[in-house]
């Protein structure tokens, strides 16, 4: 009888044996094949693996993926937070609170390559923003590192992910016991020292979150990076896209089982940091 | 009457009413509205479906509609990207039932054997067909530059079984070659303000910041070669099949010409090139022919440069798959001969391509648009597309000038290089320079 209630995660564990696992081990079982123009070769060998890491593209690649990620995650986690802090601690009634919550997710409304794509005809070399500037007298020339551009592309993710920082951090502050700042304050504390000894540890939940959130959804990217950046800059995923694009799956295989480790080791380090199941369960 | 008889005089009133459609078509025909379709005569016929698996620019909706019309069984057009293309070919050929590809795909698909090939005399335009495809020659005896992968290297196969290429002509065709253009750099005169004859000017400083090539590496770099050769740094072999040391120096190249800021963009489809030309991000890259239409529709001028060092041409051909049988294999055989019958050649000359049967493709055109898109003459009236947007004002020319006179140019052709995995890799380390 006791049994029985592991039945209930039967359909989930199915699903993902069918949808993750089995992909899973194919890609593994792939990346120590060998290939040549025509054919993959289901050998056992570690070529793929060899060429992967004594290139010093992969090096290269990774390098310039989680500069993305750092500093994509800095600033979704400073904008994440200040917002959510003020939707919290700053506005009220609650209804307006939720409406102005509701009012983040607008954005979300259209699909998010139209959200990307919207920004390249703004910034452009005769977009609306360099227009604006020269028509203000600000610059004579207009700015041409705005478009197809680290810059564009870490705008474009701020863009896009900000949101998945917003939700988690907004839902861990709105838990945080109005009486335990009360408190904080009634013994002398400022703004800064509740920020800090309070929102901040209670709100480590939801930061560890949404940073797993940013950091996954950036390092698994080549979309955005390669339309952001006119096709100028490089991801771990937009070289792998274009091995397949060209059949050649064992590399693009153990390109994949290699970034999957760096990302979960990514991820390790942040639920070593904060344990996320303790802070759910409290 | 007995009832046999009852039945052979149901089934002769029956021939008699098929006779008189067939006389109906033939007249048809005669008058060059309809090729003499459809010849097959199977009860079943309408239940058959074909699937076209291709790139937007060929896979078309309307040619599969006209073609299900006309055939009395139904075809479906499916489309993706290069890549998306060439995977599903190869990993899922049962999903296909006509493929729709660039001649270098073949390459990749017949040792495969995914491929059927088509018997040459089930099909009735083989010696209409331009020669650059049948023969590898120019109507004149000339040779065709066999730089890339020139679509009679992969032409034909030895027999209804091989996997392999045969060097000369046989009965066994690998692919019909459908829709092909001569492609060079696509220009905006109003910014650049002088004639632009070579393909070195793609990697002149002048155009710091204002330039782009295609991102899709194996004809990127071709693009990048033409440059670089008509530069005179490289004397390449074979700029379709580079050698390693070929690749390293080619890449090198533009890993300098990207770190001083030479390239505005890579480009990958088609609505890319024409906004990056449009809205003056890029005043020289390369480019499709209908892509600079498509800016010039807008009102925006813009040029396709006929250069000094000629033009990189690509083409594309359909397949019936390997696993076509019975009805569906005949129904595919009457399709690839409906396919070059004119229709197809008619729609597509409209969007700026060329079709490989053009005689059977002129009788579905205007004079005047025959004129202007494979004669080179200037338009009497204004050019229309096939959905009867104004492509061209009455006066124009064509760049470039007559069909053979772009075609007759050819430097080098889209390509599978040997060294492949190399390229790819190099091409990858270039973008994240």
Request: with cysteine.
């Amino acid at each position: 009888m006791t049994r029985l209630h592991h039945l209930l995660a039967a359909p989930l564990a199915c699903l993902l044996l069918v949808f993750f696992g089995v992909p899973l081990v194919l890609v593994v079982t792939v990346s120590f094949f060998d290939f040549d123009q025509f054919d993959i070769i289901p050998t056992f060998v570690l070529t793929n693996y060899l060429e992967l890491f004594g290139s010093s593209l992969t090096y290269s690649l990774y390098a310039n993926t989680v500069k993305y990620a750092v500093i994509v995650w800095t600033l979704t986690l400073v904008i994440g937070f200040t917002v959510s802090y003020f939707l919290v601690f700053h506005v009220r009634p609650f209804l307006l609170q939720l409406a102005l919550f509701l009012v983040c997710t607008v954005p979300f409304w259209t699909s998010n390559v139209i959200r990307m794509i919207s920004w390249i005809p703004f910034l452009g070399r005769n977009g609306i923003f360099n227009q604006s500037l020269i028509a203000l007298g600000i610059v004579d020339q207009p700015l041409e590192f705005l478009l197809f551009s680290d810059f564009a592309v870490v705008i474009a993710y701020v863009h896009l992910f900000s949101l998945f920082m917003i939700v988690p951090i907004f839902n861990s502050m709105a838990r945080i016991d109005p009486a335990v700042i009360e408190a904080a304050v009634d013994a002398g504390a400022g703004r800064f020292r509740v920020i800090r000894e309070i929102v901040v540890p209670l709100s480590k939940t939801g930061i560890a979150m949404g940073s797993i959130f940013v950091v996954a959804l950036v390092m698994g990217d080549f979309f955005v990076v390669k339309i952001m950046s006119g096709g100028q800059s490089a991801s771990v995923v937009l070289a792998m896209s274009n091995e397949i694009a060209v059949l050649q799956y064992p590399p693009a295989a153990a390109s994949a089982v290699v970034l999957l480790l760096v990302v979960t080791a990514m991820v390790v380090g942040i639920l070593r940091i904060v344990d996320v199941r303790r802070e759910l369960a409290g | 009457m007995s009832a046999k008889n009852k039945t052979l005089r149901r089934q002769l009133s029956r021939r008699e009413v098929l006779k008189g459609a067939a006389a109906t078509a033939g007249m048809l025909a005669a008058s060059g509205a309809i090729g003499g379709f459809p010849t097959i005569w199977a009860q079943n016929i309408k239940d058959v479906k074909l699937v076209q698996v291709g790139g937007s620019y060929s896979a078309i909706i309307d040619i599969a509609r006209q073609a299900s019309k006309d055939l009395g069984f139904q075809v479906e057009m499916q489309t993706g990207a290069h890549d998306a293309l060439l995977n599903r070919f190869v990993t899922q050929p049962n999903s296909v039932d006509i493929a729709d590809m660039e001649y270098f795909f073949l390459l990749h698909l017949v040792p495969r054997g995914v491929l059927h090939p088509i018997d040459l005399k089930k099909y009735k335009w083989w010696d209409k067909v331009v020669p650059i495809f049948t023969k590898g020659e120019y109507p004149d005896g000339r040779k065709v530059s066999t730089e890339g992968v020139l679509p009679f290297e992969v032409q034909y196969v030895d027999g209804p079984e091989s996997t392999k290429f045969s060097k000369r002509p046989t009965q066994w065709a690998n692919g019909i070659p459908t829709v092909y253009n001569a492609d060079t750099l696509g220009i905006r005169p109003d910014i650049v303000k002088r004639p632009i004859e070579h393909w070195r000017e793609l990697l002149n400083p002048e155009f710091k910041g204002k330039s782009a090539i295609l991102d899709v590496p194996s004809i990127g770099i071709m693009d990048a070669a033409m440059a670089i050769e008509s530069r005179g740094d490289i004397k390449y072999g074979d700029k379709g099949n580079m050698t390693k040391e070929e690749i390293d120096k080619t890449i090198k190249i533009l890993i300098d010409a990207k770190k001083s800021g030479q390239f505005r963009a890579f480009w990958t489809t088609f609505d890319e090139s024409v906004n990056l030309m449009a809205s003056g991000e890029v005043v020289i890259q390369s480019m499709w022919s209908p892509a600079v239409t498509a800016v010039r529709s807008r009102g925006i001028p813009c040029y396709y440069a006929p250069l000094k060092e000629g033009y990189r041409a690509w083409a594309s051909c359909i397949a019936p798959m390997r696993h076509l049988k019975g009805l569906k294999l005949d129904a595919a055989y009457e399709y690839l001969n409906w396919y070059q019958s004119g229709w197809q050649g008619g729609f597509i000359a409209k969007q700026g391509y060329y079709s490989s049967v053009p005689e059977t493709a002129k009788k579905f055109m205007t004079a005047d648009e025959w004129g202007y898109w494979y004669d080179g003459k200037p338009a009497k009236g204004d050019i229309k597309d096939p959905y009867g947007t104004l492509m061209e004002k009455a006066g124009q020319v064509r760049d470039g000038g007559s069909f053979w006179e772009r075609m007759g140019k050819v430097a080098c052709w889209n390509t599978l290089m040997d060294e492949n995995r190399y390229m790819v890799r190099k091409w990858n380390e270039f973008v994240s320079a």
